[in-house]
């Protein structure tokens, strides 16, 4: 058992690291396809991930100590099982099970190899739940099969290569026993599924919240805060190539930044009607409130943000000066960086408190660049 949890905890891991890594490109696509984010479809998309890696660390985890796997084995070690049905005979062998005597079946409860049988029914079976929710219809149990069998294909076949040939002998045999066992708990899963995802909204539910958002032209304010991400994210690595072929210089780098602020929120937005590169991505854009003046108004925005981030870049220059400690000035350089540091820090959570409220208030509130320049978000073009 310890050897399950470790597996499992391992898969834990790796998950709490994808979901950094995919949690934004997961927000990008949720909001560019239902317009919002769907809580449930978060769960359940995140979650397959925890138990595909989970079954995938069950079947591969331990590894072996040495990539020489043969020298731990006998010469005569048989690395695969081709008869059907051998974990009956391995779980009445030497059992005192008596068929004809039903007194005798509680002693199956105690044979290892009935609970390597039950667990390796058990181990696809949520994948079958999983393969009903995306395949959606009943009528496509024999496709679910198929593609439980493909999967429990590619783990003997994985076991039986030693991880195709890292190990040079195979550390776990191939059983045709496991292919049976995973294929009919990932069935059975598909046809129990829908006790689960009654738990859930439906995909018909999911895309009516959708299509009402979209009637209702309302863009959430996740989805405002996630452009603006995006098009820092674009604009940083710019700068990150600019940055390894000019020298550095805290004043040339701010220069150039206050120059790729300016072309992202200023002059794309007016090229494009009111939509940064990253309101395209999510596909919305920005009108004015009174319906005039959107070129003027683009530009308003674009200077608060460029205020905003201005102020934090001025902030840290100052935080940055340096002086020797036999200056007459020294005193004053730790006045001005302890002000710095705390003026930057006041700044930065005033704007994460300003953020908070927004993002609660579900779109009554805007965000100060917005209502500084009099836009709303749209999704009519």
Not at 15 to 22: M, R
Not at 41 to 57: E, G, Q, R, V, W
Not at 76 to 88: A, E, G, M
Not at 156 to 166: P, S
């Amino acid at each position: 058992m310890s050897l399950y949890t470790q597996s499992i905890m391992v898969a834990f891991l790796i998950t709490i690291f994808l979901s950094f890594a995919l949690f934004i490109p997961w927000l990008i696509y949720t909001y560019r396809k239902y317009g919002y984010l769907s809580i449930s479809k978060t769960i359940i998309m995140f979650s397959f991930i925890f138990y595909f890696l989970s079954a995938l660390c069950l079947v591969l985890l331990p590894f072996p100590p040495t990539r020489d796997t043969c020298s731990l084995q006998a010469a005569d070690t048989v690395h695969y099982n081709l008869r059907p049905f051998q974990f009956i005979r391995d779980i009445l062998k030497d059992s005192g099970i008596v068929l004809t005597s039903p007194s005798t079946w509680l002693y199956i409860t105690k044979q290892p190899a009935f609970f390597q049988a039950f667990y390796n029914f058990l181990l696809l079976m949520p994948f079958g739940i999983y393969l009903r929710y995306f395949l959606k219809k009943r009528e496509y149990w024999k496709r679910a099969f198929i593609i439980s069998f493909l999967l429990t294909l590619f783990y003997e076949v994985t076991q039986v290569t030693g991880v195709y040939g890292i190990f040079n002998c195979a550390y776990r045999i191939f059983d045709v026993d496991d292919l049976m066992l995973n294929s009919a708990g990932a069935w059975l899963g598909f046809f129990l599924a829908p006790i689960v995802w009654a738990l859930f909204p439906s995909h018909e539910a999911v895309q009516a919240k959708a299509a009402e958002i979209a009637k209702n032209d309302i863009v959430k304010p996740l989805s405002i805060l996630l452009a603006i991400i995006i098009d820092l994210f674009i604009a940083q690595l710019i700068l990150v190539v600019v940055g390894a072929v000019v020298p550095n210089n805290s004043i040339f780098e701010f220069f150039i930044k206050f120059i790729m602020y300016m072309l992202l929120f200023g002059l794309v937005p007016t090229i494009t009607g009111g939509a940064t590169i990253g309101m395209k991505v999510l596909r919305f854009t920005m009108t004015s409130v009174k319906g005039n003046g959107i070129i003027q108004k683009t530009w308003r925005r674009c200077f608060a943000i460029l205020a905003t981030i201005s102020l934090l870049e001025m902030i840290a220059i100052l935080g940055q000066i340096k002086l020797n400690m036999d200056s007459p000035f020294y005193v004053l350089q730790i006045v001005i960086t302890l002000v710095a540091f705390m003026a930057a820090l006041l700044i930065r959570l005033i704007i994460i408190i300003h953020v908070a409220r927004v993002l609660i208030s579900g779109g009554k509130r805007h965000l100060f660049i917005d209502e500084y320049a009099g836009l709303v978000a749209t999704r009519k073009k």
